[in-house]
C-alpha cells in the first residue's frame, strides 16, 4: 500500500488507530500492519507490509414489523449470503437488540456450519416485545475473526399491554 506524505502513518510507537480512517481501509476490512522502523530515513518515510482480509458476506435482517405492542411477537429473520468465489465455514450469526425491552426466544446465536459459494442460510428468532420504547436490532455474522453487521432495523413498542410472549 502506497504511503504518501499526508497519509503517513507517523513515527514508531505513535498510534496508529487515530490514523487508519485517513488509509481509506474498506469498511468490510482487517488491516494488519507492520511498520519497518529500520527503514526509517532523513525524508521520514516507511515502508509497510500489510494483510487485508476481506469477509465476502452479505448480512440482510428483516422483521415481521415495524411496530408492535407489549406482548406482541415479532420475527426476525437474518439472510447471510456467501459473495466469495471459496466455501466459508462456521459462521456463527448473532442477533442484537437490547435485551431490557425485548426477549429473544431461544439462544440469540445461531451456527451456520457450511456455506458455499453463490449460496445463502437464513436464520430466525422469535422476538418478544416486553417494555415500551424504540429498540435498534441487528444481526452479526462472524466468520474467521471478521465481523460483518447488517443494517440496523428499528422496532416501535408502544405500551398497550395484550397477552402474549410476556
Known sequence: IPVGPRESLGPPGA???RRRRRLG?????VLLALVTAGSLQAESSASIEATVQVAALDV?????????RVGDKIRADAKVTNLGSARLATIVI??????????IKGNGNTTVTKLGPGRSATVS?????????????????LVAGVAVDSQARLLAVTGVRRKGCT
Do not use: F, K, M
Open 60 to 68: 440482510h435482517l428483516a422483521l415481521s414489523a415495524s411496530s408492535a
Open 125 to 141: 428468532w422469535s422476538i418478544c416485545a416486553l417494555q415500551p420504547g424504540n429498540y435498534v436490532i441487528q444481526a452479526r455474522a
Open 15 to 17: 498510534n496508529p488507530t
Open 94 to 103: 448473532e442477533l442484537r437488540v437490547d435485551t431490557t425491552g425485548l426477549g
Open 25 to 29: 481501509a474498506p469498511l468490510l476490512a
